[in-house]
Each structure stands twice: as C-alpha cells, then as structure tokens.
C-alpha cells in the first residue's frame, strides 16, 4: 500500500496570506490526525478527523482549520498566517484495528516570510 | 504543553555501542510509543508498549514501562550509522480520545 502522501511539500507564503495543506491517507484507514513541529514548541497536536468528522481539537487558535472528506482525504487551512506559523505540518493516518499506531507523512515544510 | 520529556537530549555514540534513552511523562497513559524521524521528515513508528506491559522487544529495539515511576526507555542494541535520528515518545493519555501527546525529542547520533 502506499503511504501517507502531503502536498504541498514545501510552501513560502508572506503573514496575512492564507494556505492550504492536502494530506491523502493510506488506503483504507479513516483516521487523519495533524500536528505542527517546531523547534521551540515540538511536536504539537492540531486536529483529528474520522469519516468527516472532527473528533479532536488541539489548543490552536481559530485561524487553523480542517476538513475531511468522503475519500478520507483530509486539507488543513491556516488564515491570516503569522511568522510563528512556520513550521513542519505532519500529517498521519490509522487504521480502523490496530488504532493506536498512527503513520506519517513526510510533511509540509510551511516558511512565512 | 509536553507530556514526555526524552532524557538525555542529544546522545553521540559509536557505531555498535547500545543507545538508551528514557523518556518520562505526567499523566496516566494507555500506551506509550516510540517514533523515529529522520532530518525534519515524518516520524516512522517504532514500537508500543501498553500500560500493562512491563517490556517489549522488536529486533534491536527493547522498550520497558515503569507505570509506579511513569517512564520509560529505549534501547537500541548494536547500533548502526543509519540509526541517527531523531527519537520521541508520545503516550496515548487515559481518558484523552486517543491523541497522542509527543515529548520534545531527543537526537541520537551513531559515529561509523
């Protein structure tokens, strides 16, 4: 099976730009997390969707958005981008059994200029 | 905020020498796992060990759990150049809908 695929990989945007991030998970697996990585602040977690549905939250302001859609293919949105906002987006899938081993993307690599 | 704390953070050995590295947490967990990242690119699961689990072996990987103490370590036996990397525990916590909540990382470096 091939894996979890991101696109874009690497993005340069300028602060109040908006972006979005496309994240397609292993076949078969419904579960699409998203963290942001960092230097200062690590691995973080943003959001969890299963079957369009949003099952967990991180502690991110409102300007980080995400959706998931039939296919399980999942975007992430980020408005009105800040400096702070560069950083690696990962994204990861699971699946249905065996749920607690979750599997990466290669990442996102977003620069905001 | 973290929940694991990898100890130490950055580890330089030689090639074939062991790599320990621990990694302490909070809060009551159902799982804690090891992830391996290479250079900023995404993490590749390494081993689990679930909280009734006291240690778990996979190849060169030993991983132990110490639930009375909450932490944990890792193993990597006969190390390779290949092995350096980035390593991170994250734990599953108890009652947290199954979001993991990684550590800051530590950096390993195997010298051939």
């Known amino acids: 099976k091939a894996g979890v695929t991101q696109t874009p990989r690497y993005l340069i945007k300028t602060r109040g730009q908006q972006v979005t991030l496309s994240c397609s998970p292993i076949s078969g697996h419904r579960s699409v997390s998203w963290y942001q990585q960092t230097p200062g602040q690590g691995l973080q977690f943003l959001f969890e969707y299963f079957s369009e549905t949003q099952r967990n939250k991180g502690n991110f302001p409102g300007r980080f958005s995400g959706r998931q859609f039939s296919n399980s293919r999942s975007e992430m949105n980020v408005s009105t981008l800040e400096l702070g906002d560069s950083a690696l987006y990962l994204c990861a899938s699971r699946p249905d059994r065996g749920r607690e081993t979750q599997y990466f993307g290669p990442g996102t690599r977003l620069l905001v200029l | 905020s973290q929940q694991g704390e990898e100890d130490p953070q950055a580890l330089s050995i030689q090639e074939g020498e062991n790599a320990t590295m621990n990694c302490s947490y909070k809060t009551s967990i159902n799982n804690l796992q090891w992830y391996r990242q290479n250079s900023g690119r995404g993490l590749v699961h390494l081993i689990l060990?679930?909280?009734?689990?006291r240690e778990k072996h996979s190849g060169r990987l030993r991983v132990t759990l110490d639930t009375s103490k909450k932490s944990s370590s890792l193993l990597i036996t006969a190390s390779r150049a290949a092995d350096t990397a980035s390593y991170f525990c994250a734990t599953e916590i108890q009652g947290g809908s199954e979001k993991l909540v990684f550590g800051k990382g530590m950096k390993l470096t195997v010298n051939p």
């Open positions: 060990i679930r909280s009734n689990e």
